[in-house]
């Protein structure tokens, strides 16, 4: 169905506004030269535009999730992180590295199974790892006593 805009055009022939009519009539009603004289407002009748109909947009609805949906979803997803992660501990690379190859599959970055196990050939085995935490270097040691002490002669209560 069209729909019908009624539109007054006398607004925009200079006597629509009544601030724009007391101006002129403050003025006498003269306007200044080389402007066309202002037409009263009655004498300027309402246009009726129609409007061409329409066709209105289809209605795009999101689509409805439904809890079984969800839990489908949900066991896809826990089972591919399954088999991702029995894949990296199933390499003869990850023995000795488990803890390595815990930190790279809770990683944020996401790597894939074939990915991690590329690079585990290159990683120190977890023993090596957790000798060199134990027993720091002297640089490293005498690092740690000077960062001790400077704690310790601080004024502040910790």
Same mark, same amino acid.
């Given at each position: ?7 007054? $055009?006398?607004? +925009?022939?200079? !006597?629509?506004?009544?601030? $724009? ?9 003269? /306007? ?11 004498? !300027?009748?309402?246009?009726? %535009? ?19 949906? $969800?839990?489908?979803? %949900?066991?896809?997803? %826990? ?20 803890? %390595?190859?815990?930190? /790279? $599959?809770?990683?944020?970055?996401? +790597? ?5 196990v590329k690079e585990l050939g290159s990683l120190p085995l977890d023993r090596d790892v ?6 720091p270097s002297a640089e490293a040691r005498a690092e740690i006593d000077a960062r001790w002490?400077?704690?310790y002669a601080s004024p502040r209560i910790i």
């Amino acid at each position: 169905m069209p729909y019908q805009i009624e539109e007054d $055009l006398s607004r +925009f022939d200079g !006597t629509g506004s009544s601030r $724009l009519a007391a101006f002129y009539a403050r003025k006498g009603g003269k /306007l200044s030269a080389g402007t066309a004289s202002p037409r009263p407002a009655a004498a !300027t009748p309402a246009r009726r %535009v129609s409007a061409p109909a329409q066709a209105s947009p289809p209605i795009v609805r999101a689509p409805q999730v439904t809890k079984a949906d $969800l839990d489908r979803a %949900v066991a896809t997803a %826990v089972a591919q992180e399954r088999a991702r992660a029995a894949t990296v501990f199933a390499s003869d690379k990850s023995r000795g590295r488990e803890r %390595v190859c815990a930190t /790279l $599959l809770s990683s944020p970055h996401g +790597f894939s199974a074939q990915a991690i196990v590329k690079e585990l050939g290159s990683l120190p085995l977890d023993r090596d790892v957790a000798a060199k935490c134990a027993q720091p270097s002297a640089e490293a040691r005498a690092e740690i006593d000077a960062r001790w002490a400077k704690a310790y002669a601080s004024p502040r209560i910790i």
